[in-house]
């Protein structure tokens, strides 16, 4: 119903920036909920931040003044402008989306933060 493909990752030094973008498609549809969550080796997989239809956001403790989520006015689409990376912020990073009370997963983006 809902398929999500993300982009944008890559690798990139401590301190650089970094975009990430996710194509929601499938059918016309209204999302309810987009987001961005990271998962590490030998960790669980994380929330990094969320938006919702009226724009309300919330990101993690972590990404706070970092981190920037946003979608566009057909919200079809949702993206993350990373900066100051840090090499703790290296992850898989997925895309995600809530419609019709269903949740979709992208399948992932790497990102690596190291000089």
């Known amino acids: 119903q809902v398929q999500l493909v993300e982009s944008g990752g890559g690798l990139v030094q401590p301190g650089g920036s970094l975009r990430l973008s996710c194509a929601a498609s499938?059918?016309?549809?209204?999302?309810?909920?987009m987001g961005w969550y990271r998962q590490s080796p030998g960790k669980q997989r994380e929330l990094v931040a969320v938006?919702?239809?009226?724009?309300?956001?919330n990101y993690a403790d972590s990404v706070k003044g970092r981190f920037t989520i946003s979608r566009d006015n057909a919200e079809n689409m949702v993206y993350l402008q990373m900066g100051s990376l840090k090499p703790e912020d290296t992850a898989v990073y997925y895309c995600?989306?809530?419609?019709?009370?269903?949740?979709?997963w992208g399948q992932g983006t790497q990102v690596t933060v190291s000089s």
């Open positions: 995600y989306a809530l419609f019709r009370a269903v949740t979709y």
């Open positions: 938006i919702f239809s009226g724009d309300t956001i």
């Open positions: 499938g059918s016309p549809f209204s999302i309810s909920v």
